[in-house]
């Protein structure tokens, strides 16, 4: 969405006790966002539509984002209407891959995520969707032989790979994840730890959201094996690290699939760079999958 056309709808909203100037914030991929002052408080306004290529549906993204705050895991939404989400701003630090590693900071995070494991469910109201990596491979591995993908003649190795990692991940335990940790989706206030931006949110397997956090935050195998055994409160027994791992991989192989989408659907999400971004996180992708291969194989 154009910046102009969603400041003045933000301008617009009904909300403010009288004239506001929404400032445009950068960082949003899924989102246009602003920053808004009224009555001596602040506000965020994330403006969005749906995005069915990528499986974001707002429905979704407010009611996870409700049921956030209510776990205390997010700011308060202030209000909810088609394609605008106001939340209360929190000060804090937005986070950086090297903030997530800082041990202090790590120690504190994976505690709230277990909790947003646990406790989300309990506040969440009305449809809600699941997000199963495997589900959106082949999702994007159809919208990308449409579309002519340069990476056209690779879909069924793909898609394969993700059969083959699905069947190593096996049975799972069912919760509510948010499935899109990125460093920059954590705000540290110093007092606590705030995580925003529910646009993928679902149930899913808690190994996602581990992998996850991993992958985005480049864990090095000591801290990755901390954070799990932090989560699961033991050394992980060989089946449910081969999950893992295999997860893993999958997050990097969703990733690098999802800016494949983004080359070809360009209106779909707001970053430059697509190629670049694609080619680094196909990189990593063969990386991890060459590791889970060796790996298994020595067993």
């Known amino acids: 969405m154009n910046d102009a056309p969603a400041k003045d709808r933000v301008a617009g909203l009904a909300i403010w006790s009288g004239p ?3 400032q445009p914030l950068h960082g949003g991929m899924t989102n246009v966002n602003f920053l808004v002052e009224d009555d001596g408080e602040r506000f965020i306004v994330r403006v969005g539509n749906d995005i069915p290529i990528h499986q974001v549906m707002r429905f979704n993204d ?7 705050f209510l776990a205390g895991i997010s700011p308060e939404v202030v209000h909810t209407e088609p394609g605008i989400l106001v939340i209360r701003y929190v000060e804090g630090q937005t986070c950086k891959a090297e903030d997530i590693r800082d041990p202090g900071r790590l120690t504190r995070i994976v505690p709230l995520i277990k909790r947003m494991h646990s406790e989300m469910p309990h506040h969440l109201r009305g449809p809600v969707l699941a997000f199963w990596v495997f589900h959106v491979i082949r999702d994007y591995a159809h919208t990308l032989a449409k579309g002519k993908s340069r990476f056209a003649s690779r879909l069924v190795e793909f898609v394969e790979t993700a059969t083959e990692l699905e069947k190593a991940v096996g ?10 940790l990125l460093p920059g989706n954590f705000i540290d206030n110093g007092e606590r730890i705030w995580l925003i931006d529910w646009d993928y949110a679902g149930f899913n397997t808690p190994l996602f959201d581990l992998a996850n956090l991993a992958s985005n935050s480049d864990l090095d195998d000591e801290q990755e094996a901390w954070m799990l055994v932090a989560y699961f409160g033991h050394p992980p027994q060989n089946q449910l690290l081969s999950s893992y791992r295999a997860m893993k991989c999958a997050s990097y192989l969703r990733d690098a699939m999802w800016s494949m989408v983004c080359e070809i659907h360009p209106e779909s999400a707001n970053y430059t760079n697509k190629t670049a971004y694609t080619d680094n996180s196909l990189d990593r992708y063969s990386r991890a999958q060459a590791a889970f291969d060796e790996k298994k194989s020595s067993l």
């Open 171 to 180: 049975p799972i335990d069912l919760v509510f994840g948010h499935n899109d």
């Open 20 to 22: 506001v100037d929404p």
């Open 62 to 68: 407010y009611a996870a984002s409700h049921a956030a």
